[in-house]
């Protein structure tokens, strides 16, 4: 069983209507999003308790828990196939590949901004990765109970995978890419995104069919891959039905 704390993210996954033992409040929390979370955990029969304050900070496992609290099962990942299998029906199609990011909170936000910029799924590593933990899913805002996410054991056979399957594979390289903005991303898309440090592995960079980068007015280290994230999906999103751009 795992514990996910906060307003939001509990109230979005009784929303999303996964196994949930029940639900933990503070004893005198009930005011704002509290009762929401009380009204669908009754809707759904799910069982309330009352607790004291350290009973709720030693099972969040921290004091940022907002007095509320869901036990619930070990977050489920779905498998590639289900991913395509959505994907065959649709004719733009917009995945995210995340190699090695390994800050669970730059995966909680890549999770919310995949979210809202209808990505249809998002792959991660099984090794030398953050998976989705309590800590994500906060993060996320609750995202991350919406998003199907696919954990696999080698990221460069999936990504074989989905380039049979029609998929153009975009590698986002702030040194060897070109402009973000001088491609068609029309079709079905994945966008690969680096680790906060040393970017996309060079076995992985080699599977892309070509690399992007964001064009920047003053010269730094580089973008959080999270902001990174964001402003490259939203040019994908904005973009990808007008096909007067390049392939390459």
């Known amino acids: ?27 005198e929390g009930k005011q704002g999003g509290i009762r929401e979370i009380l009204t669908i955990a009754t809707q759904r029969g799910i069982p309330v308790v009352y607790r004291d304050r350290n009973y709720l900070d030693i099972t969040a496992g921290t004091r940022q828990h907002q007095g509320v609290i869901c036990i619930f099962e070990e977050y489920r990942y779905v498998d590639i196939d289900t991913v395509l299998t959505d994907c065959t029906s649709r004719e733009n199609s917009l995945i995210l590949i995340l190699d090695s990011i390994t800050d669970p ?8 901004t995949a979210l809202c910029f209808g ?52 590698g986002a390289d702030a040194g060897d890419g070109g402009s ?10 994945g966008l690969v995104m680096g680790s906060e440090g040393r970017g996309i592995r060079s076995l992985v960079k080699k599977k892309c069919d070509l690399l ?10 580089s973008l959080n891959v999270s902001v ?14 007008k096909p007067k751009g390049k392939r390459g």
């Open 1 to 27: 069983m795992q514990a996910i704390y906060g307003i939001h993210p509990v109230a979005e996954a009784l929303k999303n209507g996964g196994s949930i033992e029940k639900v933990i409040l503070l004893k």
């Open 180 to 189: 973000l903005h001088d491609f068609d991303y029309s079709g079905h898309t």
């Open 105 to 112: 909170q730059n995966l909680g936000s890549l999770i919310r």
């Open 212 to 221: 992007i980068s964001i064009p920047m007015t003053n010269t730094i280290d």
């Open 228 to 241: 990174a994230g964001g402003i490259i999906l939203y040019e994908m999103t904005r973009n990808r039905n």
């Open 119 to 170: 990505v249809n799924g998002l792959i991660i590593p099984e090794d030398r990765a953050a998976s989705v933990t309590p800590t994500v899913i906060k993060a996320s805002a609750g995202a991350a109970m919406h998003l199907s996410i696919v954990r696999v054991v080698n990221l460069s056979r999936t990504i074989d995978r989905l380039k049979e399957e029609g998929f153009w594979i975009y």
